[in-house]
Structures are given as C-alpha cells and as structure tokens.
C-alpha cells in the first residue's frame, strides 16, 4: 500500500534541508530520549560507502537514525493534528467529508456535498482561485476532483481517503450508499472523532515500534552445524558451549549487558511470558560455569536462557550494542525432528526480524532444515544463510555451487540477492576472547594467508549481517509508520482542502448576506419611520372626514328637521296632541337615520383605511392581524327620544306671524288656550271652568260676545296654522335642546373614536409587524455573523493545517522508501 502522491521505491540519500522548514522544527521538537536512544555515533560509517556493491542498497545505520527521528516527530506531530481536528470537530466545525457522486457532475460541484443545494449553488458562483499551486496541493485537488467512473457513492470518499474513510460498509453496497446519503453534518462527525481516536491509537502504536531500538536475531540450523560457535565469534566471546556432540537443548538468547543494568548473569526462565527482570520469582540466575550444564544437561525444567553479557568491541564493530539498534542473538536447539516445530513456531514471532541459518559447509541441508527454511521463507522472504565449517571443504566451488543451488530450492528470493545473504565462513577461525584478554585482535600475530581470508570472510559476513539486520528493521518498525504517514497525510490534507473550500464558500455567502442584510436593515428601518408616519396621515384624515361628514349630516339634519314632517297629514284637531308627539318622533327618527348613515360612512371609511395601512405593510413576514367592523357601532341611538317631550307651548308659536295683530294673538292665544284645554277636557267642562271664573252675567254682557269671536277666531286660526306652528316649534325647540346637548359633537366624537380605535390596532398591528421585522433582522444578523467569525476561523485553520501537513508531505518524500525492494 503506497501513498499515491509521493514516489515509490526511490533511494534517497536524507540531506537535511535547512530550508525546510517543517524539518527544522521536526528535528528541534525531538526529544532528548528519543535523539539519544537512536543517534549514533558519527564514527558509524555508511554501508553504501564501504560495501558499494551491495544490490540492496541501504543508506546506513546514520540514516536509519535520522529516518527514525523523523518519523517520530512526524509521528508526533500528526498526532497533534489529529488531536486538533478532533476538538474542532466536536466544538467549533463538523468536519464534511467529499461524499459525491462524480458522474455528469461539474467539476465545482463535485468538491462540494451532494445533498447540500446551497452549498452547490454558492459553488457555482466562485470558481477556484488560478493561484499556482506547489505538488501536495496539486495532488490533493486532484484526488478531490478525480473522477473515479464505476465507484459507487459509498466507495468513492472510500478511494479518495486512505486512512480517515468512514466505516460505512455495514451492509451491502446499496444500504452504504444509503447511509452516505442520509448522514447529517453531526453524525459524520461523530464517525469521524472514531477514525481519528483509531488512528491515535495507531500512531502510538507505531511510534513505540519506531523508538523500540532492540531487534531479534534467530540463529538456527542443523545439529552440530555450529550454531554455538558462529555466535561466540559474533560476540568474540566464549559463551555458548560448544561440543561436538549435540549440546543446545533450549532457546539462549544473548543480550547486551546494558538490557540488565550492566550485570553479566544468565536467567533461566521457565514461563517466558511471565519473566520480569527486576522480579527475582520469574527465573532462575545461573552461573556461567554451570551454562553448559544447563544448556547440555537434558533439563526440561526451563524453556528460555537469557544471556547478559558484555560486548567488549567498539559500537561501530559490535553486534549487540552498535548505537543504532540493540540485537539480541537467539541460539536454537539444532534441528531435528523434535524441535522443529518448536523452532518453527520460535521464528514466526512477530519481534524476530532476522532469521540466521547455520548450515554446515560438510553436510549441506538435512531434510528438517530444507522444511524450515521452505517455511521461513514464506514469512520472512529473505533469509540470511551461514554456510559454516567452510574450512574442511577442499573443492570450495563445487561446495559453493552445490549450497547455492539447494538454497534456489528452499529460498529463491535470498538466492537472488546471495551475495549479500549467503556467506561461506569459518566461525573457529575467528579469535576468541579469553579471560584476560583485554582487548582482541582481529589479526592473528602469524597469520596464514587463509586464515586472513576467514577472518576477512567472517567480517564481511558481519557487515552485510548488520546491514541486513538495520534494513530488516526499517521494512518491519519503520516502513508501517512511514506508509501509514503518508497516508494518513494526504487524508489530513484532503479532509483540509476540502473543509477549507466549504468554509471559505460559507465565509463569501455570510459575508455577502450581511452586506445586504445591512442594506435591507437599513432600508427597513426607513421604511418603519415612512410607513408608520403615512399609516398617521392615513387615520387623521380619515377620522376627518368622518368628522366632516358626520358633522355635516347631522347639522343638516338638525337645521332641516321641520322639513321632515311636510308630508305628515294633520289628523285634525282631536287628534293634535298625538299628532304632536307623532312630529316630534319622526323629527328625533330622522336624525338618528343620519347618525347611521355616518356611522355606515365611518365603518367603510376605516375599512378602507385599514385595507390601505395593511397594503403599505404588506410585504413584512407573519400573518396581518384580523380586524372586525361588524360590532363597531352596536348601541341605540336614539338617545333623545325620551329627553324631548311634547308640550303645550308647543302648539303655539309666539313669534310665528309679524303680520296678525295683538289682539288677535290674544285672542288666538285664548282660542288656542281653549282649544288645547278642549284637546285635553271635554268641550263642556271647559266652558263650565269659563264661566265659574269670569262669572255668568259678566260672562253673558261682556265676554260672551268676544268670547265667541275669539273663539271664532281661534279655531279658524288654529285650522289654519296649527300643523305649521307645531313642527316649527317642535323642531325648533329639539334643535335647541341637541344644540344645548352638544349632541352633534358628542355623536361625531363617538363615531370617529370608534373609527380611530379600530384604525388605532391597524396601525399598532403595522407597527408590532415592522419591530418584529427588525428584530428577525437583527437576529439573522447575528447569526450570520457568527457563521462569518466561525467560517473565516475554520478556514484559517484548515489552511494552517494545510501547509502543516504540506511541509510533512515533503519531509516524507525525502526519507525514500529504501525497503521498495524487500517485499516479505
Ligand atoms: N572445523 C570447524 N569446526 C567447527 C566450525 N564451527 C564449529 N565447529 C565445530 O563443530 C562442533 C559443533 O559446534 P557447535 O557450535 O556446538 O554446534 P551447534 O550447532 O551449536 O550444536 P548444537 O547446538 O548442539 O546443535 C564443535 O566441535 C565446533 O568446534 C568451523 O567453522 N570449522
């Protein structure tokens, strides 16, 4: 699994860029532990250099430190980001993920959400920035806008994130592409808090397996092929037994001293899983004079040795402590059929990164040992093989060919690169340390020209073992970081372009949205001073002209009251007083019909304002108030009816003619005096009243006479002027009472202030509508700004992410991939 945006397999030498940025802080930001458990010493030199003919080529133990650090800070420094991702995740921004479908789409929508219409309208609007883009950034685009014609939905985010892809695969394809469809910003958010918690957890993982600076070498091979003795001379030290008989009954792994505080001791351990060290109860110490005895003594009581022992030889020659990576040698038990299997399960741990092979030169592969390397090979690939006791071979081609040939067999890939992995040695021939030597010579003081050919034999045995170890270690504890880097990186860097898009298309609408949300603020606020002050104007003058008419009307009224009556016939005189109150009830009917006539005016007036003053507001949100004018006006009336009554002055009328003389008015007065007590009496009891008074014989010489003249007189006149002389004073006397009533004012004052009250909730209505407008306005506006601050922050973040990531892209593109062609 290779990133697709950094180049495979190429072998680059590290040079550290002081214009990279990013390193220089990766670099910095180690910590000391880290730098000083895996810097090595500068006096290592490069394999490349000292043994150019390698095919593997590997950039050395100083560039496998160097590669080691900087994974671990990249290491670190992409969990950082992870970390940041996911508190803005949770707090401030649901991180979206490029969920499209690409067919027939544009190539702007296919950055942006299928289901988010709005965000695909705006996308539709901006185009990319023709900004020049640097390679990661490229890339990343790339992979945004990639169509990937047969994928479903469901797989293409799948295809376009390596690592930070969402788990939606819980059912079959249609039922994820369902899913995909139907997540909402939070649920994929919370998916993604998953991933991100997961590939924590795998970052921690990967760098404790980058700092582990120990690794296992398996040292195994057939009975008496010298398995002991290649140790020792790997150690230059006597530590193994060796015997010509058969001696290894269990598994010695030697260790650096440093692994046990720097005491040399043996622990034998009987439950391996349980062994502590520092916990006395989980082995046994064993001298090193009785480790024959324990190896060799046929004891079944322990499984494991472990071998603390001191390495005298400098760092850049030493096996087990060489600065770079500390390995612990594991002696077997020679291959038979018995341990096979036990050595066979021993080498598919994990923590075994290197399997040596002993073969002696004498008897080549023994069945048992061409079935083991047949299966190591399949789990390791490559093998590194010792053919040993190469000194007792005379024909040492023939001896060569023929081993060469069986490895083919059993391990072609380690046959392919034998020249690296296949060494013909003599492990005798390396000198051995004894007790009180102090140092040891590599030189024997009269060497034979073929014991310096073994012992330069050996030593390039050891260097090409060490290179392999180092390489080995890279493809097992580095190579996984690197990879899962990189991919993890370009994902970082996809969910971030794609955020940053979204967020800075979020940032353009909600700007662009207060900007008109300003001018419409405004122009709704001028709106609410214009329309509040003409809906004013509109109730004054309409209470005006309510005012106007009904005053009109019922002025008119009053004034033309007697006229109301022209057409009432005069019943007679029997009947003048009801008559009268008949006159003053039609008079009293007419005004109040004008009253209704303005009151009708008044509602369909108001109606019509209303109608105007909910027109001018009409283009607000929310639903017009209702306003009822069917109850407007509901009492009665006829509020005078019972004030004005009918009485006798009434029936005459005192001023009515300039033209009849005095004594006729009195007379008339007398005769209408008479005729309205004859109206009330009976006629007989008027005259008998009469003539009590005035007396019978006055009566009979003076009065009589006049009396009968007069009275003459008066019933011609009231006859004649009666029905005229009643409606003007009826009229004239309910003008004056309505007049002393203010009744005109008052009826003019109630009609319009029922009207006014009515226009009153319009306008009230208009104005609640117009403050809410402003309100929702200044709310959206909140909001919206909000949506700005949030946005612009999420979209600086996502681009500081960016170039974080961008710079560690690069950083990765210069540790190479020296293990392209180590493929197990
Ligand atoms: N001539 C010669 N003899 C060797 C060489 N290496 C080992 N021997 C001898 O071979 C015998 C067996 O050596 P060991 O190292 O005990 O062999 P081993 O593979 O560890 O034996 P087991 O652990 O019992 O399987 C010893 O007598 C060694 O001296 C060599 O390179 N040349």
Known sequence: MSSSFLPAGRNVQIKFNPDNRNS????????????????????????????ASHSFK???????????????????????????????????????????????QSSTERIFPKDDNNLRSISERITMKAEPLNKFREQIRAKLHAPEPDMSSSQESINKLNVLNLDLKKGDRSSAENVVEKLDKS??????????????????????????????????????????????????????????????????EVLNVQENSNKEEIHAIKNIEAYNREDKNTYTKIDFVNLFDTISGGTEEYTQLKVYCKDKRKAQQSLLHNGV????????PGLNRDTLKTTALFARQEEIDVIVFVVSAENHFTLSAKEFLSNASNEKAY??????????????????????????????????????????????????????????SESPASPHTSDRQRIEDFQSLEESLRNFILKKRSKSKLAPAQYYLE???????????????????????????????????????????????????????????????????????????????????YPGLVYAWAFANDVRDIMLDEISKEVRLSEEFAKKETALCISKIQSS???????????????????DHNIISNAITVSLSDFVDLNFDKNVNDGLSIIGFSGCTLIAVATRLDAFSSLWKITNFIGFNNLRKIALPMILIAGGISVAYVIRDLKRSLTRNLARKIQQQLAQSQYVDIETNRIVRQGRKKLRLATDDLRTRFRHAVEEEEKKRIVTKSILAKSEEAARFFEEIFSKVESMADTLETLGHEWEDMDD
Request: some cysteine.
């Open 325 to 332: 990576v500390d390995i612990a040698l594991i002696d077997c």
């Open 487 to 569: 991919n993890l990186v370009s994902d970082i860097g996809v969910l971030a372009e794609f955020n940053r898009s979204i967020a800075s298309i979020e940032a353009k609408t909600a700007l662009k949205e207060l900007q008109d949300g300003e001018r419409s603020f405004e122009q709704l606020c001028n709106d609410e001073k214009y329309i509040g002050a003409k809906a004013e104007k509109y109730v004054e003058e309409t209470c005006d002209l309510i005012v106007r008419f009904t005053k009109q009307r019922l002025e008119h009224a009053i004034s033309e009251i007697d006229k109301s009556v022209i057409n009432i016939e």
């Open 383 to 440: 093998l590194f093989i010792v053919v040993n006791r190469f000194d007792n071979i005379r024909d040492k081609n023939k001896c060569k060919r023929n081993i060469l040939e069986q490895i083919k067999e059993v391990s072609p890939r380690t046959h392919e690169h034998s020249e690296d992995l296949v060494h013909f040695v003599t492990s005798t021939a390396i000198p051995i340390e004894t007790d009180n030597d102090e140092s040891i």
């Open 24 to 51: 220089d802080v990766l670099i910095n930001s180690l910590s000391d532990k880290a730098v000083s458990k895996t810097t090595p010493p500068a006096i290592i030199p490069s394999t490349t250099e000292s043994h």
């Open 187 to 252: 649920s994929v958010a919370t998916l993604l808090d998953e991933r991100i918690i997961q590939s924590i957890k795998r970052i921690e993982n990967l760098s404790s397996r980058v700092a582990d600076t120990s690794s296992k070498v398996l040292v195994a091979g057939d009975v008496n092929a010298g398995k002991s003795t290649f140790v020792n001379a790997l150690l230059r030290r006597e530590i193994m037994p060796v015997d010509q008989q058969p001696c290894t009954t269990i598994f010695c």
């Open 58 to 104: 590997f950039t050395g133990s100083h560039a496998f430190a160097h590669k080691s650090q900087k994974l671990l800070s990249l290491l670190r420094d992409t969990k950082s980001i992870l970390g940041s991702y996911r508190e803005v995740n949770k707090e401030k921004w649901h991180i979206q993920y490029p969920f499209i479908r690409f067919k027939a």
């Open 617 to 635: 507001g009409e283009n607000l949100e929310g639903n017009q108030r209702q306003i009822k004018l069917d109850k407007m006006y509901k009492r």
